[in-house]
Nanobody
Framework: QVQLVESGGGMVQAGGSLRLSCAAS????????MGWFRQAPGKERDSVAA????????FYADSVKGRFTISRDNAKNTVYLQMNSLKPEDTAVYYC??????????????????WGQGTQVTVSS
């Protein structure tokens, strides 16, 4: 199982930007489709964005389309989530996850076998 460590969370005002990073170790990073999820207090953990193994395919939740960008650098074993035009409703703990499923792009929680510890993102109005 690959191990994942997120960084880059923090507090920002509405309209601001943050860039999350997720460093992977213990596996062949390019073998995994990757995803970012978020969970707000009292809510389900939902998919935010996902990327295929080589980065050629991406998925975004409707709520973040046009504002968030997922990317990966397989040479650095890292996946990123660039978040622009942040809104208070983006406040949540953000998790990266790795999927060894056969899917080109994995978006369901059940597709992912490895999870990071999460990083808090707080957007103030």
């Amino acid at each position: 199982q690959v191990q994942l460590v997120e960084s880059g969370g923090g507090m920002v005002q509405a309209g601001g930007s943050l860039r999350l990073s997720c460093a992977a170790s213990g596996g062949t990073f390019s073998n995994y489709a990757m995803g970012w999820f978020r969970q707000a207090p009292g809510k389900e953990r939902d998919s935010v964005a996902a990327i295929s193994r080589r980065g050629s395919g991406t998925f975004y939740a409707d709520s973040v389309k046009g504002r968030f960008t997922i990317s990966r650098d397989n040479a650095k074993n890292t996946v990123y989530l660039q978040m622009n035009s942040l809104k208070p409703e983006d406040t949540a703990v953000y998790y990266c996850a790795a999927s060894a499923s056969a899917k080109w792009i994995a978006t369901m929680k059940a597709d992912f076998g490895s999870w990071g510890q999460g990083t808090q993102v707080t957007v103030s109005s």
